[in-house]
Every structure is written in C-alpha cells, then in structure tokens.
C-alpha cells in the first residue's frame, strides 16, 4: 500500500490527480484513467462512483481510509481521486 501512496503523491505534485467535483468531470469527460476510492466513504458516494465509472469503463482502486488518501496529497477529508494520466494510473494498478 505505500507504494500506491507514494505513486500518488507523485502523481498529485505532477497535477495528474484531481480531487472532489473535478475528479467526478473527469470520469464523465473520460479524461481519468484510474480512480481511487477510499473504504470508509459513505454509501451514496461509493454508489454514485461505482456507478459513473462503470458506466464510463473507468477502474477503481480502493484503498482502506480516507485519512491515508488525504495524507498522501497534503488535503483533508478526501474520499476520491481520479488520475488523469495513464502512465500513472498503470503504475497504481500494477502496484
């Protein structure tokens, strides 16, 4: 797991990550490549993600609290992130 975290610290300091409604546009504007989801958010929110990228052929990756997501792009109470950038999303993939 703190591979995939550090990879996405890199790929945040690389602005290759999006956050909140930017990274549910980029799902519908099929710009993400990847998404990250987190296991402690809500019910709705997992349902209205899963949804949308299903729907989208976009992947999740879902990793275990919100805390560690958000630690490792320097925000507070983050729950999702889409990267947009798709040597980086295999990267998170493989890893």
Do not use: H, W
């Not at 790929?11 to 909140?20: C, D, E, M, S, W």
């Amino acid at each position: 797991m703190d591979k995939i975290f550090r990879l996405i610290g890199l790929a945040f300091r690389a602005n290759k990550v999006l956050y909140g409604i930017k990274a549910m546009d980029a799902i519908t504007n099929k710009k993400a490549f990847l998404v990250v989801l987190s296991d402690d958010a809500s019910d709705n929110t997992k349902k209205k993600v899963l949804d949308k990228c299903a729907y989208y052929q976009v992947p999740v990756k879902s990793v275990n609290s919100r805390n560690e997501l958000s630690k490792c792009i320097g925000k507070k109470d983050i729950v999702m992130i889409a990267i947009i950038e798709e040597g980086f999303a295999n990267s998170i993939l493989k890893a």
